[in-house]
């Protein structure tokens, strides 16, 4: 703890550090997609080093723009592990619950595995299953940010609150499930697609199967994961639920739509490049608002720690922002 003594940041500078995460974990999936269809995958053909002997692009060892896409979304990655390493120093300075920092802790791991598997992923050369690995774990990884950034908003002495019926919260269970096998489908229709990531991949090294029977099956499943969400918020509404799980039931519906009609168009258009990134963009914001809305379930409520979250940290903070008010509170002796 020594080395943050002097922090004990509010429960509001808490929160914008957790919502920059939860952006930036799923924003590198949009700068990912990008190396994608740019086919700049092997811009950088090793890992940790850009080419061999180079940390950085080397000129002429690939086409500079390839070099610079591929470089650049690594740089990136120091960018989110930087955004995780604040909020971890946050949350420890101000003294948060257990919950709070395994959650955060478990961020930073995640972008660290996250690295070695990209790098592993450059190794094999693109292959299409590396490729969703790559991309599966950054969904978990948004996923419990979403939920890291509700319980950060909620006062660790606060009592545990639950906001709607169990059976709403085990439909959304089965609906998360439904989720799950949209992502998986979906990067399994993208490893059977044209998009590998390099011009030096041929189709011979991608899924071998029906592009169409893979598309079908992704979109189905889309709809059995909407079809389960319309219950999850027809119950928050007969549940009479509060005001704010209904607006995130209804965004998380919309937001589904919205994708719906991006992978149609793609569908219709035979899946355009540019269209990539924003289908990857929406994949993100639903599954953080399925996040935001699983987590508002169970809630902490009340409490006095309205500063930091915690008791312990209001107190630091007050020492920190007040100290010579602290000190003539002093008896004289």
Known sequence: MKPITFWAPTIKVQRILALLLLIFQGGITVTG???????????CDTWPLCH??????????????????????????????AAALALF?????????????????????????????GGITVLVDLHWY???????????????????????????????????PTWIRNVAVIGAVALSVVLITGTMTTGAGVHSGDASITMDDRLDVSIDLMAHIHGYSMYIY???????????YKAKTTKHNKQLGLMLILFILIQAGIGILQYRMGVPRWSIP???????????????????????????????????????NEIITNPFEKKSKQPVK
Do not use: C
């Open 33 to 43: 997609s990008i190396v994608r269809v740019t086919g700049s995958g092997l811009g």
């Open 52 to 81: 061999e002997g180079s940390l950085v692009p080397v000129a002429g060892a690939a086409p500079w723009i390839h070099q610079a896409v591929e470089f650049g979304n690594r740089m990136l990655t120091f960018v989110l592990a």
């Open 89 to 117: 120093i946050a949350v420890l300075g101000a003294k948060r619950r257990r919950e709070i920092l395994v959650h955060s802790f478990i961020q930073g791991l995640g972008i660290i595995l996250q690295a070695v598997i």
């Open 130 to 164: 590396a490729v969703a690995l790559h991309f599966l774990p950054s969904m978990i990884l948004v996923f419990m940010a979403a939920i890291l950034y509700t319980r950060i908003g909620e006062p660790d002495d606060g009592e545990i609150t639950t906001t709607f």
């Open 226 to 236: 909407l079809f389960f969400t319309l219950i999850v918020v027809a119950g928050l």
């Open 278 to 316: 924003f289908h990857i963009a929406m994949s993100s914001v639903v599954v953080a608002f399925t996040s935001l809305l699983w987590a508002q379930g169970r809630i902490r409520v009340g409490g006095k720690a309205t500063v930091t979250g915690s008791v312990d940290g209001d107190i630091k």
